[in-house]
């Protein structure tokens, strides 16, 4: 389910998320979303504050530029808030041939609640993920992703994404200030 009251946002999804392969399993694609597509050109900014997100295991909500946000095609870039560790993490498909997140780097510190999130396209392949505690910064950057040319159309879909770790539970992640340039 999906709603939106003004600037505010919710997500309540099932889904295992946009995971690495990993000794728990392989990768997995199952989220929910909202997102304009064809947003996110190769200068393209996507700013949001994530403002609950369940502290549970398996928990994701954040930013997605991806090919196509509706889960067609090869995966591309996810910035979120990590429900169980409340860490940020960058993830991406970085390996050829994959339809998978194959990389991810994370932040070394929970931001805690009211979290924002930054995720920055530069140039056809290059992302860069950052969080702050206001929608003016200063920024934290969690990583800069390089993702495979077949994850990197020229013109993307962008928007928010939440899974609950679970493909038949669904938690809720509210959002506010979505801001999409580029």
């Known amino acids: 389910m999906f709603g939106q009251l003004g600037n505010a946002f919710a997500i309540d999804a099932a889904g295992t998320g946009v995971n690495l392969a990993s000794r728990r399993g392989a990768a997995t694609d199952q989220y929910g979303t909202i997102y304009a597509p064809a947003a996110a050109d190769t200068a393209a900014s996507a700013v949001v504050q994530v403002t609950h997100a369940a502290a549970t295991r398996g928990v994701e ?15 591309g870039v996810v910035l979120y808030l990590n429900g169980q560790s409340g860490a940020v993490v960058l993830a991406w498909n970085g390996t050829a041939g994959s339809s998978v997140v194959t990389s ?21 392949d290059t992302y860069t993920g950052s969080y702050a505690s206001s929608p003016n910064g200063p920024w934290t950057t969690v990583g800069s992703a390089t993702v495979t040319p077949a994850a990197a159309s020229a013109i993307q879909d962008a928007g928010m994404f939440a899974s609950s770790g679970s493909a038949r539970i669904a938690d809720e992640a509210d959002f506010n200030g979505f801001e999409m340039t580029g």
């Not at 909500?61 to 995966?75: C, K």
Request: proline share 6%; charged share 10%.
């Open 61 to 75: 909500a954040g930013l997605i530029m991806r090919n196509a946000a509706t889960g067609t095609g090869p995966e």
């Open 104 to 124: 991810s780097a994370t932040s070394s510190a929970d931001p805690g609640a009211g979290t924002w999130l930054q995720l920055v396209r530069t140039g056809t």
